[in-house]
Each structure stands twice: as structure tokens, then as C-alpha cells.
């Protein structure tokens, strides 16, 4: 069992910044992987960002262009998401998960975590 608890979500104007976080807790031995979805209204979950446990290895979406970055803390077993330059059209709430392999699709995650509401105004 892997938990995973965000925070960080807010509301935040245009061109602002905010930064998530996800705590994970229990088997963290069997997490590869730790990502970062989001999901707007009327939209399917779509991949953010990844990082690996082990060594840090990072992959992100394409229209992230250099404005997110996601970064981890070993010793306290935590997940974080840098957003910069946010635009309306991030507004959604932003799930963290963990999976057992690498990977950028929803398939490849086992354990989420609630979601954290980011919204943004124009």
C-alpha cells in the first residue's frame, strides 16, 4: 500500500507561480515512478510530469514548454510540482501518483492521491 496526499493548490492570477506538494507514505520501496496528472472539467486525466525514486530521472508533457518542474526529497519522501507562468488553461485539479514502472500514461500509476484544486484567472 502507497499513500499519497497533496497540497499546495490554490487560486492564483495569470503569471503567477504556486508549488504542489504530495507526501507518500507506506511501501515506498515499491514505487519506480512518481507522477503528476491533472484533469480539467470536461477533460480526460492527462499526463504533467514524472520523476523516478531511485535516481531522479525526469519526463514531461510536452505543453508543460519549460514552465513546470517537478522535483523530489528523498529523505522526506515527498513530490513536488513547481508551476510557473501559470494561464487559465491550467486551471484543474492535480493529482499525484506513484506506479511500479516507468511511464506517461494514466495505465502505468497504481496508487493516487486526492487531487489538489489549482485554479487560475486570466
Known amino acids: 500500500q502507497v499513500q499519497l496526499v497533496e497540497s499546495g493548490g490554490g487560486l492564483v492570477q495569470a503569471g503567477g507561480s504556486l508549488t504542489l506538494s504530495c507526501a507518500v507514505s507506506?511501501?515506498?520501496?515499491?514505487?519506480?515512478?512518481m507522477g503528476w496528472f491533472r484533469q480539467a472539467p470536461g477533460k480526460e486525466r492527462e499526463f504533467v510530469a514524472a520523476i523516478t525514486r531511485i535516481l531522479g530521472r525526469t519526463l514531461y508533457a510536452d505543453f508543460v514548454k519549460g514552465r513546470f518542474t517537478i522535483s523530489r526529497d528523498s529523505a522526506k519522501n515527498t513530490v513536488s510540482l513547481q508551476l510557473n507562468s501559470l494561464k487559465p488553461e491550467d486551471t484543474a485539479v492535480y493529482y499525484c501518483?506513484?506506479?511500479?514502472?516507468?511511464?506517461?500514461?494514466?495505465?502505468?500509476?497504481?496508487?493516487w492521491g486526492q487531487g489538489t484544486q489549482v485554479t487560475v484567472s486570466s
Open positions: 501518483a506513484s506506479g511500479p514502472v516507468a511511464g506517461a500514461r494514466t495505465e502505468a500509476y497504481n496508487y
Open positions: 507506506g511501501r515506498t520501496a515499491s514505487v519506480y515512478t
